[in-house]
C-alpha cells in the first residue's frame, strides 16, 4: 500500500456503499478521475458532511487501498450554492458533469478542462433559464475543443471551401455530420424535408441562424468573454436557435462518446411550453 497523498478535485457523482459509506466519482485537477470511498459519510455525525456533496471542490487526502483509495480529510475550497436556485441552472450543471465524466480517464491529468468547468459551474450560478442554456452550450462547446472533436463551422469538410453564411435567415442549409465534425455544402439529391439527408445515417441539416450561432461561440474571443458580456450578446439569437443547436451538440456528443446521456432529457422539461415562459 502506497503513502497517504493530496489532491484537488471536485465530486461529479455519488453513490451509496455499504451501510454508512458512499462512493465518489472525483475529477482531479492533478490525477484525473478518482474513485474514492466517503467513509461514514451517510452518518448523521460525519465528519464529511456537506464536502461531499455534488459539485464541491476539496482539498483531498486520501489513504490507497487495494481496491479503491478512501479519503481521509477533505477540506473545501469551493462550492456552487446558487447552482440550486433554479431548475434550470442545476440541470445544466449535471449535464455539464455527465459529459466530463465520460471525457476524463484515471491517471489522465486535464487541469485546462478542470479549471473550464468550474469556471462554468460559477458563471451558472443565480442566471435565468435563457442564460443557463446560452451558458451550457459555451460550455459544451469549450469541452469539445479542449477534448479534440470540436466541429468544424467555418468550411466544408468535403471541399474544404469556406462557409459563408448569408445575412437574413432564408432557405439557405448545410449539412452537418457527426462522423466527420462538421459542416458541409449539401447536393441537391441529399435534401429531404426540413432537418434530415437522404442516405447519409446520422447526419443533420442546419439553418443560417443554427450556423451563425455555431460558428460565433468557436470564435476564441467569444469563449473568453466575461459572463455579463457573454450573455449580453448571447440575446442576439432566439432562445430557439439556442435549444436547437444543444440538441444538435448532444447528438455529437453521444456519438462520439458512444454513449446515450442521461441528464439532457431533463433539459427538455426545463424549457417545456410552460416553462420557457418562466424568467
Known amino acids: 500500500m502506497g503513502r497517504t497523498y493530496r489532491t484537488i478535485g471536485i465530486n461529479l457523482k455519488a453513490m451509496p456503499l455499504g451501510e454508512s459509506d458512499r462512493l465518489l466519482s472525483v475529477f482531479s485537477r492533478d490525477r484525473g478521475l478518482l474513485k474514492l470511498v466517503a467513509p461514514h459519510s451517510r452518518s448523521f455525525r460525519s465528519k464529511l458532511g456537506g464536502r461531499v456533496d455534488l459539485f464541491v471542490v476539496n482539498d483531498l487526502f486520501i489513504s490507497p487501498g487495494r481496491n479503491l483509495d478512501?479519503?481521509?480529510?477533505?477540506?473545501?475550497v469551493a462550492t456552487y450554492q446558487g447552482l440550486n436556485s433554479h431548475l434550470t441552472t442545476l440541470t445544466a450543471a449535471q449535464y455539464?458533469?455527465?459529459?466530463?465524466?465520460?471525457?476524463?480517464?484515471?491517471?489522465?491529468?486535464?487541469?485546462?478542462?478542470?479549471?473550464?468547468?468550474?469556471?462554468?459551474?460559477?458563471?451558472?450560478?443565480?442566471?435565468?433559464?435563457?442564460?443557463?442554456?446560452?451558458?451550457?452550450?459555451?460550455?459544451?462547446?469549450?469541452?469539445?475543443r479542449l477534448g479534440g472533436i470540436a466541429p468544424q463551422w467555418y468550411q466544408c469538410h468535403d471541399s474544404s471551401c469556406k462557409i459563408t453564411v448569408p445575412a437574413a435567415d432564408t432557405d439557405w442549409r448545410v449539412g452537418f455530420s457527426f462522423a466527420s465534425g462538421g459542416v458541409f455544402t449539401i447536393k441537391a439529391q441529399h435534401t429531404v424535408g426540413n432537418d434530415s439527408l437522404a442516405g447519409i445515417s446520422g447526419d443533420r441539416q442546419l439553418t443560417a441562424s443554427e450556423v451563425r450561432l455555431g460558428q460565433w461561440l468557436a470564435m476564441p474571443t467569444t469563449q473568453s468573454l466575461a459572463r455579463d458580456e457573454f450573455l449580453t450578446q448571447a440575446e442576439a439569437y432566439p432562445l430557439s436557435v439556442w435549444l436547437s443547436l444543444e440538441r444538435v451538440l448532444r447528438q455529437y456528443l453521444q456519438f462520439h462518446l458512444e454513449q446515450t446521456l442521461r441528464v439532457p432529457p431533463l433539459l427538455d422539461s426545463c424549457f417545456s411550453p410552460v416553462a420557457v415562459s418562466q424568467p
Do not use: K, M, N
Open 70 to 76: 478512501r479519503i481521509l480529510q477533505a477540506e473545501t
Open 96 to 144: 455539464l458533469g455527465e459529459v466530463v465524466l465520460y471525457q476524463v480517464q484515471p491517471q489522465q491529468p486535464h487541469p485546462t478542462l478542470f479549471d473550464w468547468l468550474c469556471a462554468t459551474l460559477d458563471q451558472l450560478q443565480g442566471v435565468s433559464s435563457r442564460a443557463a442554456l446560452a451558458l451550457l452550450v459555451r460550455g459544451l462547446c469549450g469541452i469539445l
